[in-house]
């Protein structure tokens, strides 16, 4: 098996004391998730990686949404009318869209992948993670951007993630779960994700145990939880010797991290 692109190497190094902060959808405690506010507020509180979500228009083109409509998080609603599905619209369709659903604030657009990972590169890695889109689609932006070193891609279909290897194997991937296939992270699950060339598993924080996380580095996995914001969890998560936390709230879990609130246990 090839070796395991350094951005693992690098996020070891950050996870050395104690687990990477990941701003989930960005910093969505203070701003309208998966938005470039999301990002740039995640950057500006200082997070070392930040998650997003990525979906496909119907003409192909990769933009931050985790839902398949657009009803929860833009006024499309009230737009477009209820029900609209990301994947039933062009591009162009999106454009008059507020992901800040009329709130009196700046308006916010839904971003392309292409305008995420330029606010987010280079202050922090970014982790991709796939919604729906096809593989070359990915590679072409992130390849367009030589953003492929600081990125990781993510997804709950792991047959996705395969393709992805097949058509570039410098590629860093991280398995998300629990699936269909695999509803906990037991050897079968690790074994796969091992199999698969991916650098991290990303699992549900509240099923996680140290033993799985000790069983995933024994396999050179890093593992990563979501989605956690209360001090008791996040310093719970720490104790099992975590590499990296999801959260929702990254102000809060970097300046508990300054105050020596998430020490590492043992690896």
Same mark, same amino acid.
Request: aromatic letters at 4%; charged letters at 15%.
């Given at each position: !098996?090839?070796?395991?692109?350094?951005?693992?190497?690098?996020?070891?190094?950050?996870?050395?004391?104690?687990?990477?902060?990941?701003? %989930?959808?960005? +910093?969505?405690?203070?701003?309208?998730?998966?938005?470039?506010?999301?990002?740039?507020?995640?950057?500006?509180?200082?997070?070392? !990686?930040?998650?997003?979500?990525?979906?496909?228009? #119907?003409?192909?083109? &990769?933009?931050?949404?985790? +839902?398949? *409509?657009?009803?929860?998080? *833009?006024?499309?609603?009230?737009?477009?009318? $209820?029900? @609209?599905?990301?994947?039933?619209?062009?591009?162009?369709?999106? &454009? /008059?869209?507020?992901?800040?659903?009329?709130?009196?604030?700046?308006?916010? /657009?839904?971003?392309?992948?292409?305008?995420?990972?330029?606010?987010?590169?280079?202050?922090?890695?970014?982790?991709?993670?796939?919604?729906?889109?096809?593989? +070359?689609?990915?590679?072409?932006?992130?390849?367009?951007?030589?953003?492929?070193?600081?990125?990781?891609?993510?997804?709950?279909?792991?047959?996705?993630?395969?393709?992805?290897?097949? @058509?570039?194997?410098?590629?860093?991937?991280?398995?998300?779960? /629990?699936?269909?296939?695999? $509803?906990?992270?037991?050897?079968?699950?690790?074994?796969?994700?091992?199999?698969?060339?991916?650098? !991290?598993?990303?699992?549900?924080?509240?099923?996680?145990?140290?033993?799985?996380?000790?069983?995933? %580095?024994?396999?050179? &996995?890093?593992?990563?939880?979501?989605?956690? +914001?209360?001090?008791?969890?996040?310093?719970?998560?720490?104790?099992?010797?975590?590499?990296?936390?999801? *959260?929702?709230?990254?102000?809060? @879990?970097?300046? &508990?991290?300054? #105050?020596?609130?998430?020490?590492?246990?043992?690896?």
């Amino acid at each position: !098996m090839a070796a395991p692109p350094p951005i693992f190497a690098h996020l070891r190094h950050l996870a050395a004391a104690g687990p990477v902060v990941v701003a %989930h959808r960005g +910093d969505s405690r203070s701003a309208p998730e998966n938005t470039l506010r999301a990002f740039r507020a995640a950057a500006e509180a200082g997070a070392p !990686m930040q998650e997003f979500d990525v979906r496909a228009t #119907r003409d192909g083109v &990769l933009v931050c949404l985790h +839902d398949a *409509t657009l009803d929860r998080t *833009t006024d499309a609603a009230t737009v477009l009318g $209820p029900g @609209a599905l990301v994947a039933q619209l062009d591009a162009a369709e999106l &454009l /008059p869209l507020d992901a800040n659903r009329g709130s009196g604030q700046a308006r916010e /657009p839904v971003p392309t992948l292409a305008a995420a990972l330029a606010t987010i590169l280079p202050s922090a890695v970014a982790l991709v993670e796939h919604k729906a889109g096809s593989p +070359d689609a990915y590679l072409a932006v992130v390849r367009g951007l030589a953003a492929l070193p600081s990125c990781i891609l993510q997804s709950f279909d792991w047959s996705f993630l395969a393709a992805l290897r097949a @058509a570039a194997p410098e590629c860093a991937l991280a398995v998300l779960g /629990p699936t269909e296939a695999h $509803p906990e992270l037991d050897a079968t699950a690790i074994a796969a994700a091992h199999e698969l060339g991916a650098g !991290m598993v990303h699992w549900a924080a509240e099923s996680i145990t140290a033993g799985q996380v000790q069983a995933c %580095h024994q396999h050179g &996995l890093l593992v990563c939880t979501y989605t956690t +914001d209360d001090e008791p969890g996040l310093q719970g998560l720490a104790a099992l010797g975590v590499d990296a936390l999801c *959260t929702n709230d990254p102000g809060f @879990a970097l300046a &508990l991290q300054r #105050r020596g609130g998430l020490r590492r246990g043992d690896r």
